[in-house]
């Protein structure tokens, strides 16, 4: 099982999204969204599963969970937008993570990429850092990863660029005017 992670992309997707993604199995998003469309265009691409973050409106809130706990490829899996990271965990979610002790913890909303291994309880936590071109982090980034054998396997760090750049691809074609 191939999993495209990604994180804070604030209504804004680019190509090399869905490029670095193709042969991906699933998508899941640790929250911030943006928007119904955008939400709309990866449920179309791929599988997907998400959690809301705190810019997602009403209208992603009921649509996706602030938490979600579940299994896939024999391992367990618990995400939330605001997450903190190991030994920095708000106090409400390291009793949670404590009780659930998940293989993998994913998080987003601080737009910094991180991939630690928590050795309290045992868990890999995983932060996508931000593709979205908003927010303060210095580079898109998402991650991929493989399930293999009840194992995380593969694991790899793409980045889309500078946070401030559009890709060539994703620009909106110019009109020719006839002067």
Same mark, same amino acid.
Request: charged share 25%.
């Given at each position: 099982?191939?999993?495209?992670?990604?994180?804070?992309?604030?209504?804004?997707?680019?190509?090399? /999204?869905?490029?670095?993604? &193709?042969?991906? $199995?699933? /998508?899941?998003? &640790?929250? $911030?969204?943006?928007?119904? =469309?955008?939400?709309? #265009?990866?449920? &179309?691409?791929?599988?997907?599963? &998400?959690?809301?973050?705190? /810019? $997602?409106?009403?209208?992603?809130?009921?649509? @996706?969970?602030?938490?979600?706990?579940? +299994?896939?490829?024999?391992?367990?899996?618990?995400?939330?937008?605001?997450?903190? @990271?190991?030994?920095?965990?708000?106090?409400?979610?390291?009793?949670?993570?404590? @009780?659930?002790?998940? #293989?993998?913890? +994913?998080?987003?909303?601080?737009?910094?990429?991180?991939?630690?291994?928590?050795?309290?309880?045992?868990?890999?936590?995983?932060?996508?850092?931000?593709?979205?071109?908003?927010?303060?982090?210095?580079?898109?980034?998402?991650?991929?990863?493989?399930?293999?054998?009840?194992? /995380?396997?593969?694991?790899?760090?793409?980045?889309?660029?500078?946070?401030?750049?559009?890709?060539? =691809?994703?620009?909106?074609? =110019?009109? =020719?005017?006839?002067?």
């Amino acid at each position: 099982m191939k999993i495209g992670l990604l994180s804070d992309t604030h209504s804004r997707l680019e190509q090399g /999204i869905f490029d670095h993604f &193709a042969d991906c $199995d699933q /998508i899941w998003h &640790a929250g $911030d969204i943006g928007n119904v =469309e955008t939400a709309d #265009t990866l449920e &179309a691409f791929k599988p997907f599963r &998400a959690v809301h973050g705190n /810019i $997602d409106g009403h209208d992603l809130r009921i649509r @996706y969970p602030k938490e979600l706990s579940f +299994i896939c490829g024999g391992i367990s899996i618990y995400m939330v937008h605001i997450g903190g @990271y190991p030994g920095k965990y708000p106090a409400w979610l390291k009793k949670k993570l404590a @009780y659930l002790r998940p #293989t993998l913890f +994913i998080c987003g909303h601080s737009h910094i990429l991180k991939v630690m291994y928590d050795k309290e309880i045992n868990t890999l936590h995983i932060n996508p850092g931000a593709c979205g071109t908003h927010g303060w982090h210095q580079f898109k980034t998402l991650i991929r990863f493989s399930i293999i054998n009840k194992q /995380i396997k593969n694991l790899e760090v793409v980045e889309l660029g500078k946070r401030g750049t559009i890709m060539p =691809e994703d620009r909106e074609p =110019e009109e =020719e005017n006839d002067y």
